[in-house]
């Protein structure tokens, strides 16, 4: 995995343990927008070839956290969610960077993401950081349901 980098603040980003799983469940709680994901499929999903995954952690405390996967020359990111009290300190972008990063140095020449519809919080976020809409799929989210909007951004070597 990629080197550690520290955001804006004084979280460190570094990379997903086990054991971070029950602190990603908790972070989830609080971040509706997110994609809600059981805690067996977190720790499953970092035994995926391909997986990337990073966390923000401050003062003993993870506050974030970012999953994605590459195959050959693309790479998707699954979920981004950063507890709400440490939002717009710059670890949503630091952890974006560290899996970025990490994509790039295995080959991959873009990345797809997918945003509920409604987060435009969201969107504008991914917007800043190089994505752009490429498409939309109706019905991708439950709870409730709601369209994504697909998002790329092409990668630079």
Same mark, same amino acid.
């Given at each position: 995995?990629? !080197?550690?980098? *520290? ?9 997903? =343990? ?9 972070? $989830? ?10 805690? !067996?499929?977190?720790?499953?999903? /970092? @035994?995926?070839? %391909? ?6 952690? &401050? @003062? ?8 994605? =996967? ?5 790479? +998707?990111?699954? @979920? $981004? ?12 972008? !630091? $952890?974006?960077?560290?899996?970025? +990063?990490?994509?790039?140095?295995? %080959?991959?020449?873009?990345?797809? $993401?997918?945003?509920?519809?409604? @987060?435009? /919080?969201?969107? &504008?976020?991914? +917007? ?10 109706? %019905? ?6 709601? !369209?994504?909007?697909?998002?790329? *951004?092409?990668?630079?070597?």
């Amino acid at each position: 995995m990629a !080197a550690e980098t *520290k955001p804006e603040r004084a979280a460190t980003i570094r990379a997903f =343990r086990a054991e971070d799983a029950p602190a990603l469940m908790s972070i $989830l709680r609080d971040a509706p927008e997110a994609a809600n994901w059981t805690q !067996a499929s977190y720790r499953e999903s /970092m @035994n995926s070839p %391909g997986a990337v995954a990073f966390v923000s952690e &401050a @003062n003993g405390s993870v506050t974030g956290f970012i999953i994605g =996967r590459w195959v050959t020359d693309e790479a +998707e990111i699954l @979920n $981004l969610a950063v507890t709400p009290w440490a939002r717009r300190r710059g670890e949503g972008g !630091a $952890l974006l960077g560290a899996a970025i +990063e990490e994509f790039r140095v295995h %080959g991959a020449s873009r990345v797809f $993401l997918e945003v509920r519809e409604s @987060n435009a /919080m969201g969107i &504008a976020f991914y +917007e800043k950081h190089g994505f752009s809409k490429t498409g939309r799929r109706a %019905g991708y989210y439950r709870d409730p349901n709601e !369209a994504a909007v697909v998002m790329e *951004k092409k990668l630079r070597h």
